[in-house]
T-cell receptor, first 114, second 111 residues
Framework: SQTIHQWPATLVQPVGSPLSLECTVE??????LYWYRQAAGRGLQLLFY??????ISSEVPQNLSASRPQDRQFILSSKKLLLSDSGFYLC?????????????FGPGTRLTVL | QKEVEQNSGPLSVPEGAIASLNCTYS??????FFWYRQYSGKSPELIMS????GDKEDGRFTAQLNKASQYVSLLIRDSQPSDSATYLC???????????FGPGTRLSVLP
């Protein structure tokens, strides 16, 4: 079974500062990877997904970007954080099992922008 | 129209009762259906998946799917206070990037 790591677990950053969140996956190869954001009391908002190295699709235009430099590494970045970037950031891995795909989540990073 | 809809709750049930959580979806091409549980401050964890019409049971949990009505539900029997969490419904077309989550229903099981 796969294991998803995220770090840091929590982060407090000032407005205008850069951001780098990392997600790594063990126990599977060539997974589809996803970044979601969950604002307080809200549902999951899909930010980016990747089907392979350097293959990134953006779902919501904003000041965030994503990169996938290795098969099992997915990075979420920003050059300048906004207050509205605060939230719970979740990385998910979708490993195919036959004809059905299931998403599993990492432990998440809680980001507070002050 | 939202793609996946759930009653936000909170749904309150007494300990030992059956909790019934409902979800409707708009995409008729959807093939896979999932229920996740999310405790406050934690990431979602998969409880059950269902792919065919009818019922699927796993311990105290039963998922029910009706594709004609575009409706999927989760029943929790003998509800426990530890079941108190937000339950997310997710729907997928399969084969990639069409995994859609509902907003979640908050369940509170009262001792």
């Amino acid at each position: 079974s796969q294991t998803i790591h995220q770090w840091p677990a929590t982060l407090v950053q000032p407005v205008g500062s850069p951001l780098s969140l990392e997600c790594t996956v063990e126990g599977t190869s060539n997974p589809n990877l996803y970044w979601y954001r969950q604002a307080a009391g809200r549902g999951l908002q899909l930010l980016f997904y990747s089907i392979g190295i350097d293959q990134i699709s953006s779902e919501v235009p904003q000041n965030l970007s994503a990169s996938r430099p290795q098969d099992r590494q997915f990075i979420l970045s920003s050059k300048k954080l906004l207050l509205s970037d605060s939230g719970f950031y979740l990385c998910a891995s979708e490993a195919s099992r036959g004809s059905t795909d299931t998403q599993y989540f990492g432990p998440g990073t809680r980001l507070t922008v002050l | 129209q939202k793609e996946v809809e759930q009653n936000s709750g909170p749904l309150s049930v007494p300990e030992g009762a059956i909790a019934s959580l409902n979800c409707t979806y708009s995409d008729r091409v959807s093939q896979s259906f999932f229920w996740y549980r999310q405790y406050s401050g934690k990431s979602p964890e998969l409880i059950m998946s269902i792919y065919s019409n009818g019922d699927k049971e796993d311990g105290r949990f039963t998922a029910q799917l009706n594709k004609a009505s575009q409706y999927v539900s989760l029943l929790i029997r003998d509800s426990q206070p530890s079941d108190s969490a937000t339950y997310l419904c997710a729907v997928s077309r399969n084969y990639g990037q069409n995994f859609v989550f509902g907003p979640g229903t908050r369940l509170s099981v009262l001792p």
